[in-house]
């Protein structure tokens, strides 16, 4: 555990400590300001009764208990509306979780993986329909070769991918998938209604618009029903 844990103050506990510091501050201020006038003069007699009054306030079993249920009240609420801090538990070295059924929960237990690569890793999932290699972890957002090269003995793959109906589905659909351009789902949609359906990924490769990196990476993806 790191030590700034031992010393993490909830927020309520923040607050209540202020309060009471400020309310300390406040009787040593008005009492030394009243111990010094003179209580000759009867304007200060008053002065000096009143703020005999307030310590009494201070000293009053039920005003201090009163004052103390309040701030525990007010701490209750602030504790519900910022839960208690826990430390984030990581993996240790030999510890691994599979990469297309992990939830962002076991996601964020990979050291130097937190919530916001977490959610990216999943979207990105989501979007490619699973993920056919590791390697595709570098196209995430954000994703360097040294954060990589950091996560990946933390991991494991089972390839299992969401196929892509090239020959039914609608241009927009096409364009969803991270490996589909707009141009390519529009070249595509053309060829489906002059020639009908696209046979095979053959007849993609003859196309100006899909390159041969672009092939290989659509090969998992593509269905021809």
Same mark, same amino acid.
């Given at each position: ?16 400590? #202020?309060?009471?510091? #400020? ?11 009243? $111990?010094?006038?003179?209580? $000759? ?24 208990? &009163? ?18 801090? #826990? ?22 237990? *990979? ?6 690569? &977490?959610?990216?890793?999943?979207? =990105? ?8 290699? *590791? ?79 672009? #092939?290989?990476?659509?090969?998992? =993806?593509?269905?021809?029903?």
């Amino acid at each position: 555990m790191n030590w700034k844990d031992y010393l993490y103050i909830q927020k309520g506990d923040k607050i209540a400590i #202020i309060l009471l510091l #400020i309310l300390i501050v406040l009787a040593g201020g008005v009492y030394s300001l009243t $111990s010094t006038r003179n209580v $000759s003069r009867s304007e200060d007699v008053g002065s000096d009764s009143a703020f005999q009054t307030f310590l009494a306030g201070l000293k009053d079993k039920d005003s201090i208990e &009163a004052f103390t249920n309040n701030a525990k009240t007010y701490k209750d609420k602030l504790n519900r509306s910022y839960p208690k801090y #826990i430390p984030q538990v990581k993996f240790k070295a030999g510890e691994t979780v599979e990469l297309n059924s992990s939830d962002t929960t076991a996601l964020k237990m *990979i050291p130097g993986i937190g919530i916001g690569y &977490a959610n990216r890793i999943v979207k =990105y999932r989501n979007l490619l329909g699973g993920y056919a290699h *590791i390697t595709q972890l570098k196209e995430v957002w954000g994703m360097d070769d040294d954060l990589y090269s950091k996560v990946i003995p933390y991991l494991t793959i089972t390839p299992k991918v969401r196929k892509v109906k090239i020959n039914s589905l609608t241009l927009e659909e096409l364009n969803k998938h991270p490996y589909i351009s707009y141009k390519q789902a529009k070249v595509i949609v053309d060829i489906r209604e002059r020639k009908g359906n696209i046979e095979s990924l053959n007849r993609l490769s003859l196309l100006d618009e899909f390159t041969d990196n672009d #092939i290989k990476r659509l090969m998992p =993806y593509l269905s021809f029903e």
